[in-house]
């Protein structure tokens, strides 16, 4: 199993970037999976969700409205895109796999594989 993030880069506020992660040694509509990031001195907080059974889409409040989770089962990936990008978003992103028993998307123990981050940076 294994998960490559990519997409990050550095962009002014207000800019967009869309991040990608492709899933590897497991079919993408088995699982949920989701987005977390983590900049420095601050735990790692939980962005976005996309469950697997309904395909619904969940989202933090410091996020709705500017980010969309979504999936492509053909090429296994699932993509964030994230606009109207705010210095408070710069962060290291991560993708991961959600555990067959999710109850609260949000924790980060949720979830047992994680790709291995990357690193968005909004300027003001």
């Known amino acids: 199993v294994q998960l490559q993030a990519s997409g990050g880069g550095s962009v002014q506020a207000g800019g967009s970037l869309r991040l990608s992660c492709v899933a590897s040694g497991f079919r993408l509509d088995d699982y949920g999976i989701g987005w977390f990031r983590q900049s420095p001195g601050k735990e790692r907080e939980g962005v976005s969700y996309?469950?697997?059974?309904?395909?619904?889409?969940v989202y933090s409040e410091s996020v709705k409205g500017r980010f969309t989770i979504s999936r492509d089962n053909a090429k296994n990936t699932v993509y964030l895109q994230m606009n109207s990008l705010k210095p408070e978003d710069t962060a290291v992103y991560y993708c991961?796999?959600?555990?067959?028993?999710?109850?609260?998307?949000?924790?980060?123990?949720?979830?047992?594989?994680w790709g291995q981050g990357t690193q968005v940076t909004v300027s003001s």
């Open positions: 996309f469950r697997r059974s309904s395909g619904t889409t």
């Open positions: 991961a796999r959600g555990r067959p028993v999710l109850s609260a998307w949000s924790r980060s123990s949720m979830y047992d594989y």
